[in-house]
């Protein structure tokens, strides 16, 4: 199968209001992201990915100019072409999703049938994104308990630790029979707060009391070992690898201990195969593997697949941004947009 075209839409959606997550310095009013549009043979495939026209470019002109005269039957694929091209920060895990996306149209399969699944539901846990006070997230989370969700992630990034584990308490105190996780969102954080590898410590104990599920990304991206020591101090199980790519990178970190769940993202990584490999990996090791999936809708589903093609012992959950509340009804089509 050769591509006859590669297509990225550059969509700008004006917001209800604007909303600062916990990994930005500053609020947003305007949501930018790309989706992606392959072409062959009169069937066409799609994803999305949180870049804008940095990454159209790139994709329009060097990727699509490479690809066109490949062979891209989505096992054949040179591994070697994706990892170069996220290396270029532009990540081409969503030029392979959608290329799947047309696979599986062109079978005539829902895509996790295609990668050989058979699970017709997948449990969802929400995932908070912004740093609320204790009383705005108890609102949040009371409507999630009405959705009949029971699994929670809260963000920590706030200037007091003590001011994260108090959001915590309240949560717990009105909603005893939820199951949450944290996420302190310090692997790829630009700005302060940076936890040390104590303060990482001190969280994971406290957590602990509380029966947290998890603790995600609560050190530097590159602290392999500070992983691996956390690991070793805590019993409560350590979360990481969203924004990774390559096998050789996943690997270096499972091999070395770094998380007990791992979560490649298909599009930020460099595709679904290359996370089916990476779970596969996990599984050896007796680890979980959870997609991150905070995507632009396309890409959430894409992971949402990605999640039902194997054993819910592997992969209990996927992640559901769920904050603000109406963050999923943002209306693509009847937007103002560009491209």
Not at 42 to 69: D, R
Request: overall charge negative.
């Amino acid at each position: 199968m050769k591509l006859d075209d590669v297509r990225v839409h550059v969509l700008a959606i004006p917001l209800r209001e604007p909303v600062q997550f916990s990994w930005e310095p500053f609020p947003r009013p305007v949501y930018v992201f790309s989706i992606v549009e392959v072409e062959s043979g009169g069937h066409m495939g799609y994803s999305a990915i949180e870049f804008g026209a940095a990454y159209k470019q790139f994709l329009e002109t060097t990727v699509k100019m490479v690809v066109q005269g490949l062979n891209m039957e989505i096992e054949e694929i040179d591994p070697r072409l994706l990892e170069i091209g996220s290396w270029a920060i532009q990540r081409l895990g969503a030029l392979e999703v959608a290329i799947w996306d047309l696979v599986a149209k062109r079978e005539g399969l829902p895509l996790y049938k295609l990668l050989g699944g058979s699970r017709r539901r997948v449990k969802v846990y929400a995932s908070t994104g912004r740093l609320l006070s204790a009383e705005e997230t108890l609102e949040l989370v009371e409507k999630y308990a009405e959705m009949g969700i029971n699994v929670v992630k809260l963000r920590f990034r706030r200037e007091k630790i003590e001011d994260d584990l108090e959001v915590l308490k309240a949560v717990v105190r009105d909603f005893p029979d939820l199951r949450l996780a944290v996420d302190a969102n310090q692997a790829w954080s630009y700005t302060p707060p940076y936890w040390s590898r104590k303060q990482a410590l001190k969280v994971a104990r406290e957590l602990e009391k509380y029966d947290v599920l998890w603790l995600e990304e609560p050190l530097w991206k590159d602290d392999i070992e500070g992983y691996r020591w956390l690991r070793e101090n805590t019993g409560i199980e350590i979360a990481g690898g969203e924004l990774e790519h390559g096998l050789q990178r996943f690997r270096m970190l499972i091999e070395n201990g770094a998380f007990d769940i791992v979560q490649a993202d298909s599009v930020y990584s460099n595709g679904i195969a290359e996370c089916r490999k990476i779970a596969a990996l996990a599984e050896a090791f007796e680890l979980k593997f959870m997609p991150h999936a905070w995507d632009p809708g396309l890409g959430w589903l894409a992971n949402l697949h990605l999640a039902a093609s194997l054993p819910e012992k592997l992969c209990p959950y996927i992640e559901t941004p769920l904050d603000p509340l109406w963050w999923s009804d943002v209306n693509v089509w009847g937007s103002e947009w560009k491209c």
